[in-house]
């Protein structure tokens, strides 16, 4: 069950008043307790009332003191830059208030302009006994609306235009990974049979050579020779 929202006026019955000072001022001093124990502030409290003949400080007459004095010491300007009297007060209230009502009243005035409006789009009728007023809300109202559904099109268009211009992030580069002859410990074992390789063609070009001038010469080991182990054909660092 919710609460019953007060009347912010003066009490006129006094044992009504009383009951109501007494409650509030203990709620209020138990507030301020807790906003300097939750936050680590200094704050204080003094309440004049006609039912007690001493005012009633929080928490101590010594920290009522210390905090007044903390006071004093900042520049005026400071002083008076958040203070608020019982006027400010509730014209800051109104002011705030007054915007809320302006807000409103506002909201109140499109919902009505909306009903109205999609009322003849529905039926089909022709306004009667319109006032100059509701047709010049309404026209801005259909003005704004037709603004946001040409900027819904223009964003809903825009967007496959602005994926099919995106570039293709580039493919991940693969590294061509050879394996190094020397650092795999054959490098010494190929060019000792590169070597032997050329050793072995000498034979041959001279046997070429005397051929072609009429020589009558014995043919060298045939180049896949199982038996010939420095032939080309089984270096095993080309198999």
């Not at 307790?33 to 409290?45: F, Q, R, V």
């Not at 302006?102 to 009667?128: A, D, P, S, V």
């Not at 050793?199 to 014995?218: H, I, R």
């Not at 199982?226 to 080309?238: C, D, E, H, I, K």
Request: net charge positive.
């Amino acid at each position: 069950m919710t609460r019953k929202k007060v009347k912010l006026a003066f009490i006129v019955n006094d044992s009504a008043r009383k009951a109501t000072f007494k409650k509030r001022k203990k709620g209020l001093l138990k507030k301020v307790d807790e906003l300097s124990t939750l936050c680590g502030i200094d704050a204080c409290a003094i309440i004049y009332s006609p039912y007690d003949p001493q005012p009633e400080v929080w928490p101590s007459p010594l920290g009522v003191q210390q905090v007044l004095a903390k006071f004093r010491r900042m520049p005026e300007m400071e002083q008076s830059k958040k203070m608020v009297n019982q006027e400010s007060f509730l014209r800051q209230r109104i002011a705030k208030a007054t915007e809320q009502l302006k807000k409103q009243t506002k909201e109140n005035r499109e919902k009505e302009m909306t009903q109205l409006m999609f009322q003849y789009l529905g039926e089909g009728n022709i306004m009667h006994n319109v006032s100059m007023l509701d047709l010049n809300d309404l026209a801005y109202l259909i003005d704004q609306n037709l603004k946001d559904i040409n900027r819904r099109i223009e964003l809903l268009t825009r967007e496959p235009q602005l994926q099919s211009q995106t570039p293709m992030p580039p493919p991940p580069l693969v590294k061509d990974e050879v394996p190094n002859v020397e650092d795999q410990g054959q490098g010494s074992h190929a060019q000792q049979g590169l070597n032997m390789n050329m050793d072995s063609m000498q034979p041959k070009e001279n046997w070429f050579v005397n051929l072609m001038n009429g020589a009558n010469v014995d043919p060298p080991h045939a180049f896949g020779d199982a038996n010939q182990q420095s032939g080309f054909w089984l270096n095993t660092f080309f198999h």
